[in-house]
């Protein structure tokens, strides 16, 4: 079996876009154009990159719709990420908030068949509907605490997963790429265990030693068309 030896960083991009009022006074003809070219456009370049879309809409007033975007080459990712904007219905997005963060790659060389596009872990994201989303900016007292205090901490965060199965909860550093320091990625299958998880998690202690932990988004997992359709 071949292997893949370990990963260099894989650059997450999360994207909230907003549609504007233009595009829906478009003609029948042309909106449907304009969203195939748009989706044909996502849809090549899905071979080469982690893609999941979610919708925002009806969620929050300053955002339609989520691209979490992964890839181990950092040009590649801006380069798809900035073509967003160009065509078809892209043309008619405005960005509204932008994260991007780092996770590091496996600790050992992987055999191929477990791992996407040669570099991404499968089943470690995008598993599930339910995406809670939110950047993290840590108090200066968190960096004072030894080690082991750090880990005493976190520990007990991590018990509450414990009880919750269908919880998938990622990171991404963001130090010296963005202006948060950690974006966390909270995957459910239920919308009842992502709250009930999310709203244990803030009563345990380490959340002393956040100073931001907002804007807060709720994404839904869902295909671009079903999207686009639902927002146009």
Known sequence: MEKIKKSSNIYSSFMF?????????????????????????????QEKLFLRTYMVSGLRSDSDMLFWRMSDDLSYLQEICARTFSTGAGKYFTPVHSFLGVHHGPETAQLKKDLDFGFLPKETFGRYRYMLLHPVVKAHTWYELSEEERETLLTERRQVFTRYKEIQENFFLSYGLDDQEIIVAREARTMEDLISATQELRQKRIKNYTVVDKPVFLCLGRDLREIMDAIS
Do not use: H, W, Y
Not at 24 to 32: A, C, T, V, Y
């Open 17 to 45: 876009l907003k549609l504007q009022p233009e595009f829906r006074r478009l003609i029948s003809n042309e909106k449907i154009a304009a969203k195939q070219e748009f989706e044909n456009m996502v849809g090549a370049c």
